[in-house]
């Protein structure tokens, strides 16, 4: 069974661009989470998708959204990139309906730098 | 609400030292309990889980036991190895919303590095 994967893995963008990033979760799993982690400030949630729908949301600013579509993939977009907007961005995906312990599987993130 | 306190790292250790890494919580309910470990330049993966009370979770030489009466699930190693160097996060699930949607709550993350 494939994990959960995530494109691109690295990036370099300046400030001001905007960047997108996706996850494909485990076959099956309907629910997707995308987290922030930088060192200072450790792992934020940023938003969870459940079948295509936003189903809970951290507390950052509109310039961070997602989606998730028919498949259960999911993208996350930020826009008018700041320095401080630099992280690790890590997907989760889990099992949905009785199957469902809270348990999440990550992928291995994507490293987003802004110069 | 639900909260998890793990202890501030870093943890500095000599390969084969004793391990704990404390973790204490607050839930309503009876919430699942885990233990995510993050290597070096990777994503998080679930190193251990206890789903109620009395539950010992158990991989790779690691053990934590989920004690209700103390609210703790305190991660244990009898022996650490230099390849045990990692951010150890702590977590709990518990109910939110309607159905059967749960949340996960995150401890901040303690640094664990094992020296030779």
């Known amino acids: 069974k494939a994990g959960v994967t995530q494109t691109p893995r690295y990036l370099i963008k300046t400030r001001g661009q905007q960047v997108t990033l996706s996850c494909s979760p485990i076959?099956?799993?309907?629910?997707v989470s995308w987290y922030q982690q930088t060192p200072g400030q450790g792992l934020q949630f940023l938003f969870e998708y459940f079948s295509e729908t936003q189903r809970n949301k951290g507390n950052f600013p509109g310039r961070f959204s997602g989606r998730q579509f028919s498949n259960s993939r999911s993208e996350m977009n930020v826009s008018t990139l700041e320095l401080g907007d630099s992280a690790l961005y890590l997907c989760a995906s889990k099992a949905g309906g009785q199957a469902n312990t809270g348990e999440l599987f990550f992928g291995e993130g994507s490293r987003l730098t802004v110069l | 609400g639900n909260s998890v306190t793990q202890m501030e790292g870093p943890v500095t250790l000599s390969e084969e030292a004793f391990l704990t890494i404390n973790c204490t919580y607050t839930a309503t309910g009876y919430p699942s309990l885990f233990w995510y470990v993050q290597y070096p330049g990777e994503g998080l993966q679930l190193l251990l889980k206890a789903t109620k009370a009395d539950d010992k979770g158990s991989n790779k030489g690691f053990e934590a036991t989920y004690r209700k009466e103390t609210t703790s699930f305190h991660l244990e190693k009898g022996s650490v190895q230099v390849s045990d160097s990692a951010v150890y996060f702590c977590a709990l699930s518990a109910p939110s919303g309607s159905g059967n949607n749960r949340k996960l709550i995150w401890g901040l993350g303690t640094s664990l590095a094992v020296n030779p």
């Open positions: 076959s099956g799993h309907r629910s």
